[in-house]
Nanobody, 115 residues
Framework: QVQLVESGGGLVQAGGSLRLSCAAS????????MHWYRQPPGKQREYVAT???????NIADSVKGRFTIFRDSAKNTVYLQMNSLKPEDTAVYYC?????????WGQGTQVTVSS
C-alpha cells in the first residue's frame, strides 16, 4: 500500500500562484510515475501532469507553460507549481502514483481561483 497526502491548495486570485505538494509513504523514485489530476466542479476528473521515474515530464495542453511538475526525492514528495492561475483552474487536485501495475490516489486538495 502507498499513502499519498496532498497539501498546498487554497484560494488565490487570478494571475496568482500556488504550489501543491504530494507526500508519499514510499520513495517516489520507486514509482513508475507520479501524476496530477484535477476535477473541476460538476465535471469529470481530468489529467494535468506526469513525472516518470526517469525524470520525463508531460503536461496537459490546457496548463502547458503555466504548470510544472517536479520532485524532491529526499522528501518523497512531488510538487505541482501552478502559475498564472485562471478561474477555470478551480478544481480539486489529486495526486496519483503508479507502482508496478497499481495506482494509488490521494484525498485531494481544493484550489479555488477567483476572478
Amino acid at each position: 500500500q502507498v499513502q499519498l497526502v496532498e497539501s498546498g491548495g487554497g484560494l488565490v486570485q487570478a494571475g496568482g500562484s500556488l504550489r501543491l505538494s504530494c507526500a508519499a509513504s514510499r520513495s517516489v523514485l520507486e514509482a513508475n510515475a507520479m501524476h496530477w489530476y484535477r476535477q473541476p466542479p460538476g465535471k469529470q476528473r481530468e489529467y494535468v501532469a506526469t513525472l516518470t521515474r526517469g525524470g520525463i515530464t508531460n503536461i496537459a495542453d490546457s496548463v502547458k507553460g503555466r504548470f510544472t511538475i517536479f520532485r524532491d526525492s529526499a522528501k518523497n514528495t512531488v510538487y505541482l507549481q501552478m502559475n498564472s492561475l485562471k478561474p477555470e483552474d478551480t478544481a480539486v487536485y489529486y495526486c496519483m502514483a503508479t507502482f508496478l501495475a497499481n495506482n494509488y490516489w490521494g484525498q485531494g486538495t481544493q484550489v479555488t481561483v477567483s476572478s
